[in-house]
């Protein structure tokens, strides 16, 4: 089993950074990408930004410039800096990982979310 803890969110005035981690645990061989998305109210949940094992980063639009994702893969984490914040930003963010467990295929797992609310 393989457990997702996110951790970073809070509240924020605009303009505004916060920097959100996730730690992956458990039956762990490797990790292929890790990702973070977020879902506003009334809103699907979107992809945020994703980075591979080995490669560049790829980002949605509406953060480019802004966020910043970036993986120490010694400690199986993933982070997000989050910088220059609008209250357009405000949602629950989830980290998700494609996991490779001893013994098994790899699966893609996701942590239970952090608020992030921005004040306008």
């Known amino acids: 089993q393989v457990q997702l803890v996110e951790s970073g969110g809070g509240l924020v005035q605009a303009g505004g950074s916060l920097r959100l981690s996730c730690v992956a645990s458990g039956n762990i061989f490797g990790i292929n990408a890790m990702g973070w998305y977020r879902q506003a109210p009334g809103k699907q949940r979107e992809l945020v930004a994703s980075?591979?094992?080995?490669?560049?980063?790829d980002y949605a639009d509406s953060v480019k410039g802004r966020f910043t994702i970036s993986r120490a893969n010694t400690k199986s984490t993933v982070y997000l800096q989050m910088n220059s914040l609008t209250p357009e930003d405000t949602a629950v963010y989830y980290c998700?990982?494609?996991?490779?467990?001893?013994?098994?295929?790899?699966?893609?797992?996701w942590g239970r979310g952090t608020q992030v609310t921005v004040s306008s």
């Open positions: 980075i591979p094992s080995l490669g560049s980063a």
């Open positions: 998700n990982a494609d996991v490779i467990p001893y013994g098994g295929f790899s699966t893609v797992y």
